[in-house]
């Protein structure tokens, strides 16, 4: 075991409170993900990355930096990384999935706040995330009310752009997100001190769709029946793409890939067959947020597919390839990004044909609405999703929860009564 404590003390980690993370850490994956059956090899990979989570990574971060490139960290699937990527930049995914820096967030927000807001506030304070005190830069949005006011506070602690996104898909909504791309790219460069090229974006461009056909490729093989590879697993390998160096991530995926095709082609199953099948959607489930898919997977279902920023809304458009000019690219890039139903939205009919469509190609027998507390968008969208899915004739099951285990016995109870009803 490599010791990382010198780095983590750099970073001006509080280092007994990081020790107990990473110690809860460890023993809630143990429990939730090493106790898998007839998990594919491919998995050892995902495994010793959360192993290396807070270590190996955060080393190559740093390293990169010595060697003069800046880290960006993000909280959103809008923000475009291309862009960080063609000035030479690193984006690191910066939700945060864990209620151990709450007592701290508590002292600067509500409590009654998003969990996954007074997560990010609360890893900073606590001084608990190596990631958030790597960033260079933290660009932040204004999707919802919560964030968007978390991050005047959040830019007291930490060098903070905030990116104005559109609520609506109009016309000037699309040139009010292309002015807000344009702005981004300014700031990248001069964070960096690099220009983006046309030349520099197409290959961002390219390097970062090619991670997303890897994970669709992952999706479209969870179709199967029975399914080949736990809703865990799934959402792991899709938390990790948040992480990892994009490079190395798209190649063990595509290399899992071809050993779940195998798979599928020996009817092999990950679960026995007949088991219920769900669907998962709605907010995203940052790491290591695993709470609600243990819960599904240990009551008799296994889950297919994820409608949530962490699964199909991030990775089931591409951008056009075919910009040649910076302008072209950049509008490709807004393109894809204006095709993102979040809640946020309004009206956000797409969303709700997306689920619909989502549950019939995966053959799923019922949908879990997963919405975290204080979460309005999700929330209030949530009335609309069931009464769409009810005329479908698709069983909903509705479910309100946060980062805390408190909940778990009742979340069992009725999803376990869900099961039974859908089978
Ligand atoms: S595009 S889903 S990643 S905003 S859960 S903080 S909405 S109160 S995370 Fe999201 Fe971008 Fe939308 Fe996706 Fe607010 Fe809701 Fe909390 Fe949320």
Redesign the pocket.
């Known amino acids: 075991m490599v010791d990382y404590t010198e780095m983590w003390e750099k970073l001006n980690l509080d280092l007994p409170a990081h020790e107990h993370l990473l110690n809860v850490l460890g023993k809630f994956y143990g429990d939730i993900y090493l106790s898998q059956q007839k998990r594919l090899k491919g998995m050892e990979y995902l495994d010793f990355v959360i192993s290396e989570i807070h270590g190996l990574r955060i080393k190559e971060l740093i390293e990169a930096q010595k060697a003069g490139r800046k880290v960006f960290g993000t909280?959103?699937?809008?923000v475009p990384e291309e862009l960080i990527w063609a000035a030479d930049g690193i984006c690191v995914g910066l939700?945060a999935g864990a209620e151990i820096g709450k007592g701290e967030a508590e002292k600067v927000l509500p409590r009654t706040i998003?969990p996954?807001?007074k997560s990010f506030m609360g890893f900073k304070l606590a001084r608990l995330c190596p990631f958030t005190e790597a960033c260079d830069l933290v660009i932040g949005?204004t999707?919802?009310d919560?964030?968007k006011k978390a991050f005047e506070i959040f830019s007291e602690f930490k060098p903070t752009y905030v990116m104005e996104i559109p609520q609506m898909k109009r016309d000037t909504d699309y040139q009010l997100w292309r002015d807000e791309v344009w702005r981004l790219k300014e700031k990248i460069e001069e964070t960096t001190g690099n220009k983006i090229t046309a030349e520099k974006l197409g290959q961002a461009i390219k390097m970062i769709n090619d991670r997303r056909r890897a994970l669709q490729r992952l999706n479209k093989l969870r179709r199967a029946i029975p399914t080949p590879i736990s809703g865990r697993d799934a959402l792991l390998i899709n938390q990790i793409s948040f992480y990892d160096d994009p490079v190395r991530f798209t190649e063990k995926v595509n290399a899992l890939c071809d050993e779940l095709e195998e798979k599928v082609k020996r009817k092999e199953g990950v679960v026995p067959k007949g088991t219920t099948r769900l669907l998962l959607s709605g907010?995203?489930m940052a790491v290591p947020n695993w709470k609600l898919p243990y819960v599904v997977e240990s009551s008799g279902a296994v889950i297919v597919d994820e409608e949530?920023?962490i699964g199909e809304?991030n990775t089931r458009d591409l951008i056009d390839e075919n910009g040649a000019t910076l302008e072209e690219m950049i509008d490709n890039i807004v393109s894809r990004c204006m095709k993102?139903d979040?809640?946020?939205f309004t009206p956000n009919t797409e969303r709700i044909e997306h689920i619909i469509t989502l549950a019939k190609e995966y053959e799923v027998e019922g949908v879990i609405h997963y919405t975290?507390q204080?979460?309005?968008?999700?929330l209030v969208e949530a009335y609309k999703v069931e009464k769409a899915l009810e005329k479908t004739g698709i069983p909903i099951l509705r479910i309100e929860t946060d980062y805390s285990m408190e909940d778990i016995e009742q979340l069992k109870t009725r999803v376990e009564a869900f099961v039974e009803m859908v089978k």
């Open positions: 909280f959103c699937v809008f939700c998003c996954l807001i949005e999707t919802c919560g964030k907010c995203p949530s920023c809304r993102i979040c809640a946020c975290l204080f979460c309005d968008p999700y």
